[in-house]
């Protein structure tokens, strides 16, 4: 079993849908972290978190420490969303762990 | 620079060749990390600094593999050696901190033929 996983792996929406991502992590954590990769390649930090939830614009994230689950959701969704979103947890030291990525693809 | 600097953005090299790899992080920035993206792959964590603390080597693959980073700003990722299963996006990230989000740089594409 994978340390982190996400679900779905791919996504296919249309623009406009209420989208969520979802990440479960089956160790102790102590920060979680989401990103957001372009097509491109490049890399943006959309979030960290180690309890509750952040609201960035149309970007919302939440997490159970309990469940060790985290979900992001993105509103009124627009195909300049689409990309592969990592969730990634710290358990110990600085070392993250990766989940493998959810491809998101938003139609216009 | 404003932000995550990373150089050269694309390295050829022939088997058996040493490289380095080079990170400029934010100005301020007291964290930084290395990472790769092997082609199809997820990331993984390869080395973390903290200040003047002693680094995080434990992302390293193998022996071959070594960083620094010199006056608390630059890092350099040297591989030694290098074979094809080195070949990856080698993505440089710094943060403030170690609680706060991290700015990743474009990365450095290493081709190993």
């Known amino acids: 079993k994978n340390e982190v996983e996400q679900s779905p792996q791919n996504l296919t929406a249309q623009e406009g849908e209420f989208i969520t991502i979802n990440c479960s992590y089956s160790v102790g954590i102590s920060a979680l972290h989401w990103l957001q990769q372009h097509p491109g390649g490049g890399i943006v930090s959309l979030f960290m978190l180690s309890s509750g939830k952040k609201k960035h614009g149309r970007l919302i994230a939440t997490i159970n420490i309990q469940e060790k689950h985290s979900s992001l959701h993105i509103t009124a969704s627009h195909p300049r969303d689409s990309a592969v979103y990592i969730c990634?947890?710290?358990?110990?030291?600085?070392?993250?762990?990766f989940g493998p990525g959810t491809r998101l693809s938003v139609l216009p | 620079g404003a932000g995550v600097s990373q150089s050269p953005s694309n390295k050829v090299t022939e088997k058996g060749k040493d490289v380095e790899l080079r990170c400029d992080p934010i100005s301020g920035h007291t964290a930084l990390y290395w990472y790769r993206q092997s082609l199809g792959q997820g990331l993984e964590f390869l080395i973390y600094?903290?200040?003047?603390?002693?680094?995080?080597k434990s992302g390293l693959p193998s022996d071959r593999f070594s960083a620094e980073r010199t006056g608390g700003s630059v890092s350099t990722l040297t591989i030694q050696r290098t074979q094809q299963e080195d070949s990856a996006v080698y993505l440089c990230a710094s943060s403030h901190g170690t609680a706060n989000i991290q700015y990743f740089g474009a990365g450095t594409r290493l081709s190993v033929l």
């Open positions: 990634a947890v710290r358990s110990g030291g600085q070392n993250f762990v």
């Open positions: 600094f903290q200040g003047n603390s002693a680094p995080d």
